[in-house]
């Protein structure tokens, strides 16, 4: 039998005799059993000690679940300012966190509409569709609206896109903040800066930042 | 999250093994587990809810720190929070349901304070002078092996036995309460459970005999 084997066993019969002992008391038959075990152990031992380590660590456990939960059952007041933190966290993650409906940001939108449609021309040609949608390679479809970028890509838990935008020789002219939504929150007015030739890049990074893939324009 | 629509967690079964009187009740565990897996799902509702849940978060990094007597400053817990939040969001996917919610966070929030602490301390481990005054390793793991030794040892025990081990202690659960929430009968509840100390009492012991050596 394989060591790993051994020690199964060892540990199922030292199982089943901790039962025995804790459960029913240390008979005789089970104390001669566990001092069969014991002796075979290579770090030896007896008895009494193996009931007193697992009674020790019985009681660490019990002894850390009631420090989980008194410290669970504490202070019940959160810090507002902790509050909106974490709800702001969890909206981001779950790609609830854009508002809309404010009069601000429909004036807004309205406002930057008709400059945001000449920033996307250069991208629309005879076959183009009509609506507002840009394709940015295969695979992807990017809306550009007047809130800014927006496409159809879930992240993995925890994972974010960084949006890189370069020029026709390939120089960078802006990079995102990490995205953990597929939305890039951007005035029209600094994408109208951008030259025409501009490319895209979506970088898809995993929740331990690991590059997943690259999506780009061509 | 890969989750099938329709798929029964180990919660599930909790939820049909309800059984009143017991420390914690298995209808709980389910919601929570449905919960999590709804909202990392794009349940709105869901994540809302979520939100409140993971409130406990900075409280809870707020009491550990408390009990170990300001080991952060306020700026290294408010630091701490955020990693925290991250840490969880990466890991919720694996939540199924084997504790409540807010233990399964608070055990997280844990270690990662334990982590944080020792990183501030410019250490490589915590120091445990008091844990070598003891001559005896085997009687001496109650009072000296901390809870950070215990939390390690139990995610390398892993499921199955390290559930049952944590349903009975953490979650108050029976052994009859145990073996109806994961599906199995109560004598193997208990052989998951005696295994699970017998390899607990085994590994703690080595642990403190390494770090004696």
């Known amino acids: ?106 004036v807004a939108a309205l406002a930057a509409a008709a400059g945001f449609a000449l920033w996307l021309a250069p991208w629309r040609g005879a076959d183009a569709p009509a609506g507002p949608e ?62 025409a030739d501009a490319t895209f890049e979506i970088e898809v990074r995993d929740g331990t930042g690991q590059l997943e893939t690259t999506l780009r324009t061509r | 999250v890969d989750v099938a629509p329709g798929a029964r967690t180990r919660a599930d079964v ?15 565990l389910a919601r929570d587990a449905r919960l999590v897996r709804d909202a990392l799902a794009g349940d709105r509702a869901a994540a809302e809810r979520l939100a409140e849940r993971l409130m406990c978060v900075p409280r809870v990094l707020g009491a550990i720190n408390a009990r170990r007597g300001g080991r952060l400053s306020s700026h290294d817990l408010e630091d701490l929070i955020g990693d925290c939040l991250l840490g969880i969001w990466r890991k919720l996917g694996s939540y199924h349901g084997e504790a409540t919610l807010e233990g399964w966070l608070y055990r997280f929030c ?29 009687v001496a793991i109650d009072r000296d092996l901390e809870r950070e030794d215990l939390e390690r040892t139990l995610l390398r025990l892993g499921p199955p036995d390290s559930d049952v081990v944590r349903l009975k202690h953490y979650d108050e659960l029976t052994f009859e309460g145990i073996g109806r929430a994961l599906g199995i009968t109560t004598k193997m509840a208990k052989t998951r459970y005696y295994r699970g100390i017998a390899w607990l009492q085994r590994e703690l012991a080595t642990q403190l005999r390494e770090r004696r050596a």
């Open chain 1, 1 to 106: 039998m394989s060591s790993d084997g051994k020690q199964r066993e060892h540990d199922e019969r030292l199982a089943e005799l901790l039962r025995r002992v804790l459960e029913e008391g240390l008979d005789p038959a089970s104390r001669e059993a566990l001092d069969m075990i014991e002796d075979n152990d290579t770090e030896g031992g007896d008895v009494e000690g193996s009931v007193a380590r697992s009674q020790a660590v019985i009681g660490l456990l019990d002894r850390s679940a009631g420090e989980q939960r008194a410290d669970l059952a504490g202070a019940r007041a959160v810090d507002p300012r902790h509050a909106a933190q974490v709800r702001r966290f969890v909206a981001e993650r779950t790609g609830h966190g854009r508002r809309s409906g404010s009069l601000v940001l429909v």
């Open chain 1, 134 to 195: 840009v394709h940015l390679g295969s695979g992807v479809d990017v809306r550009a609206d007047a809130n800014g970028l927006a496409w159809e890509l879930a992240p993995a838990p925890g994972g974010w896109f960084v949006v890189v935008v370069r020029d026709g020789a390939g120089n960078e002219l802006a990079r995102s903040p990490q995205l953990f939504a597929p939305v890039w929150p951007l005035p029209a007015a600094e994408r109208a800066a951008w030259p």
């Open chain 2, 14 to 28: 909790h939820a049909e093994a309800s059984a009143p009187g017991e420390g914690v009740d298995p209808q709980d």
């Open chain 2, 110 to 138: 844990f270690l990662e304070f334990m982590n944080k602490a020792r990183l501030l301390s410019r250490r490589p481990e915590v120091s445990k002078p008091e844990l070598l005054q003891h001559e005896s390793p085997e």
